[in-house]
């Protein structure tokens, strides 16, 4: 309920939604102080988020569109992927990481990342 609150004043404010859920996951979060929900249960809300959003960004997907702007897209999309992982590596191995840690780290971030900037546009 939080979330969807959350969501519909970004929504108000001209901003894009996911800004909000995201916003409800750091204010409820485990890592905040104050109210926590139940573990378990958010760790299953959020593997169930993940899904839909990739489901949503799917069904918006077309070869046609793609190939259309592909001269943009490729370029740009290799540029993303490259900067999340190395951001999110350096950040990881400055919380002293693994290599290896920081690698998955920084690939798991650049892939999310990509799959919610193709659903804000």
Avoid: E
């Amino acid at each position: 309920m939080f979330a969807f609150a959350l969501g519909f004043l970004a929504s108000k404010l001209k901003i894009q939604p996911f800004v909000g859920y995201l916003l409800a996951g750091v204010v409820i979060g485990p890592f905040t102080p104050g109210y926590v929900g139940d573990l378990n249960l958010a760790s299953q809300l959020a593997d169930i988020g993940v899904i839909l959003l990739m489901f949503g960004v799917g069904l918006h997907f077309s070869v046609k569109d793609l190939l259309a702007v592909r001269a943009v897209a490729i370029p740009g999309s290799i540029l993303q992927v490259c900067a999340s992982t190395l951001i999110g590596a350096g950040l990881a191995q400055l919380w002293g990481w693994s290599i290896g840690a920081s690698l998955a780290l920084g690939l798991s971030t650049s892939i999310a990342s990509t799959i919610v900037l193709l659903r804000g546009f």
